[in-house]
């Protein structure tokens, strides 16, 4: 039996580490082996470029950068999610490639093509089961993100992330048998009933 995958996206401040927390929770709550993680990261590898990407204050060239994450997706998807989906378990991730397309395509401008390619190669046809989409006004965000340290990402201008949010909505008009949007400036525990709701009718859970 294989398990399932199913991805949180959205910009800074929307909650995702949150809400992956309480999915998980729900999920564990039906007795469905789960496995939580994190991009860039979820293995010791992709945590080293994690720190390059995220704390650093590298000034990278676009593609440069697209490739940094796919490296650290290519050893999170080879070392961590197959195994765990092979093993039957459902795996969680907080952020997977729309944030690679939200941030590096419609944020920093790398060509779609070049994107599509570098998937292909670092993960081949591998695509989320369900992708919850957790959207947030930027400003919203930004506050919600004030009290812990900035990411090199939050550090960036307005512009970009006004660009992050449209990329992020655009991907969910393309997609919409795959992704899901949930307004994610209600109250926590109202987008933790919604995203339990779109899971459960989605795979059929009671
Ligand atoms: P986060 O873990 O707090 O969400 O920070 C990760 C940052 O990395 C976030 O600002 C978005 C950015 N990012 C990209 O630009 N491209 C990607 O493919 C991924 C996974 C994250």
Redesign the pocket.
């Known amino acids: 039996m294989t398990g399932r995958l199913i991805t949180f996206e959205g910009?800074?401040g929307a909650g995702?580490?949150t809400q992956t927390a309480r999915l998980a929770d729900f999920l564990a709550g039906l007795g469905i082996p789960v496995l939580c993680t994190?991009?860039?990261?979820g293995t010791a590898e992709a945590e080293a470029i994690?720190v390059l990407?995220?704390s650093g204050e590298a000034d990278w060239d676009p593609l440069t950068?697209?490739m940094l994450?796919?490296a650290?997706?290519r050893e999170h998807v080879e070392k961590r999610i197959r195994p765990a989906l092979a093993a039957g378990k459902w795996v969680i991730s907080?952020?997977?490639?729309?944030?690679?397309?939200?941030?590096?395509c419609y944020?920093?401008g790398v060509a779609p093509e070049d994107e599509v390619a570098l998937r292909r190669l670092a993960i081949g046809g591998l695509q989320p089961d369900l992708t919850l989409m957790l959207d947030i006004p930027v400003e919203t965000g930004r506050e919600r993100?004030q009290a812990r340290q900035k990411?090199?990402?939050?550090e960036m201008n307005d512009g970009l992330h006004l660009r992050?949010r449209s990329g992020f909505l655009e991907i969910a008009r393309r997609e919409p048998q795959r992704v899901a949007v949930v307004d994610a400036a209600q109250d926590p525990d109202n987008v933790a009933a919604a995203v339990q709701t779109i899971v459960a009718g989605r795979f059929g859970l009671s």
Do not use: I
Request: glycine content about 8%.
């Open positions: 910009g800074d995702k580490s994190r991009e860039p990261g994690r990407l995220v950068e697209a994450h796919y650290a997706r907080d952020r997977f490639y729309d944030s690679t397309v939200a941030y590096q944020g920093q993100a990411s090199r990402y939050e992050v």
